[in-house]
């Protein structure tokens, strides 16, 4: 279908994927931030302290995108003039031969041509069957619906379209500039009940500036492509409306802990919430990134770690994390190329209880020191991209057991270490667990996904020199 689509639209033989065409685009990203902060101390009482803090942030990005697109195929408007001219001169060589004979009493050949037109007469007579045969075959072009591949068969096409033309930055309806400047603080009151005891509470407010879409799938929001029609401008084909930057998010939080230490060893736990205000997504769909703003996230956790030393040589670690993150609100959001939204669902890739243990044993060999050391990491299940049963791509990823990710590692090493010389032999992912650390749809495979996996079982040896 390629090399006919070249023909009916005039290109010749080849023009189509030549080998050296392509694209050639430019990004730049000028960032000025400037950043005034400090903290102090206060003894409220001799257990008691204030702790204050603020931070000043001031943060100027200027952005360009360009491009040198030489394919041509990527730039055809199969949907618009490009297809009506392919399905108009297909059908015109589909049914002047007819046309021909019914008019001449002669097969449509090109001694039978040659016939016609030896004569002034008969070039007129082939001249006006061309015309009304092309305007009748145009008249039905313009009636089909372009878009509907059952009516124009060349929109399938699209789908090799991988490189389209970018709307350049900076352009009538967008300069290229984000400017944003906020004040953030945090304010804690810790309290000492012994001197193995504390306890504190913090309240903290934070603050990430505008994030640009540098990637080849940035692509204009709907009101810059509105001044831009409004404007007159001139538009590339192909183009569609989405993101080209994530606006800023602000977050705060408040946290209640304790810290508590002995001889054998401490425990410190907190209990926190989080919100989000604007959280920025940044989502990979295979062939770019689609940036987008959630309205609010926010999320209620359990931070706890303790650490044992039973004996002088031998120290046991235990640390847990439970979450709870949620998406209180996010509008138009990008789940594997599908637009959503995603309020009242969880993020993710943000498993709800992650634990930790790690245990180490200290020895001397041979007038060396060693040590033999393990660790072991369980993050529960988990939905590896957003969107929950409202996606489509994590339901038919869910028949392959590809939708979720669990994690259970094991590793663990033994070293010994003299005159500032370090042996280890290490084995990493001992159980030989498997799961995918992330997803996404494939390119130009609609229904197709493609993903990173963990790395598997390793075993190794290292020798280190410190001077």
């Not at 705060?252 to 907190?270: P, Q, T």
């Amino acid at each position: 279908m390629i090399g006919g689509l070249e023909a009916l639209l005039g290109y010749p033989t080849g023009t189509f994927f030549e080998p050296g065409t392509g694209v050639l685009e430019t990004a730049t990203l000028d960032n000025e931030t400037y950043s005034v902060f400090g903290q102090a101390s206060f003894d409220l009482t001799p257990r008691t302290q204030l702790t204050l803090g603020f931070n000043y942030l001031d943060d100027e990005k200027d952005v360009t995108l360009s491009q040198v697109n030489d394919d041509v195929f990527s730039q055809l408007a199969l949907d618009g003039v490009d297809g009506a001219t392919a399905l108009t001169n297909a059908g015109f060589l589909g049914a002047f031969p007819g046309a021909f004979q019914a008019t001449f009493g002669l097969p449509f050949t090109p001694e039978n041509t040659a016939l016609i037109t030896s004569t002034p007469a008969g070039i007129a007579g082939l001249q006006q069957l061309q015309a009304a045969v092309l305007g009748q075959v145009a008249a039905a072009v313009a009636m089909a619906d372009l878009s509907n591949p059952a009516q124009n068969p060349f929109v399938g096409l699209q789908a090799l379209q991988f490189l389209p033309q970018m709307l350049e930055v900076p352009n009538l309806a967008n300069n290229g500039s984000s400017q944003d400047d906020k004040f953030t603080y945090t304010a804690s009151i810790s309290h000492d009940f012994s001197d193995q005891f504390n306890m504190y509470l913090t309240y903290a407010t934070g603050y990430k500036a505008t994030s640009w879409n540098l990637s080849r799938d940035t692509r204009p929001t709907q009101a810059e492509y509105d001044t831009l029609v409004a404007a007159g401008a001139a538009l590339p084909n192909n183009l569609t409306i989405g993101t080209r930057l994530a606006g800023p998010e602000e977050s705060e939080v408040l946290e209640l802990g304790i810290k508590y230490r002995a001889d054998w060893g401490y425990i410190n736990a907190a209990i926190f919430n989080q919100t989000i205000e604007g959280f920025q997504s940044n989502v990979f769909t295979g062939a770019g990134f689609n940036l987008a703003n959630a309205g609010e996230q926010s999320v209620d956790g359990v931070e706890i770690d303790v650490m044992l030393r039973p004996t002088e040589n031998l120290s046991l670690g235990i640390s847990g994390t439970y979450l709870d993150p949620f998406y209180d609100s996010f509008v138009g959001a990008n789940v594997g190329g599908e637009s959503s939204d995603l309020s009242g669902t969880k993020p993710g890739g943000i498993p709800e209880l992650t634990l930790s243990f790690v245990t180490s044993y200290d020895f001397s060999i041979m007038g060396m020191d060693a040590w033999i050391q393990a660790d072991y990491r369980y993050d529960k299940e988990v939905d590896i991209q957003d969107g929950g049963d409202l996606s489509e791509s994590n339901i038919l990823l869910e028949s392959t057991n590809s939708r979720t990710r669990e994690v259970g590692l094991l590793n663990a090493s033994i070293g010994i270490a003299k005159n500032g010389w370090e042996f280890r032999v290490w084995g990493r992912n001992l159980t030989n667990d498997e799961y995918l650390i992330t997803w996404f749809p494939s390119v130009a495979q609609t229904g197709s996904f493609s993903g990173y996996p963990n790395q598997p079982r390793m075993w190794g040896a290292s020798i280190k020199k410190s001077f």
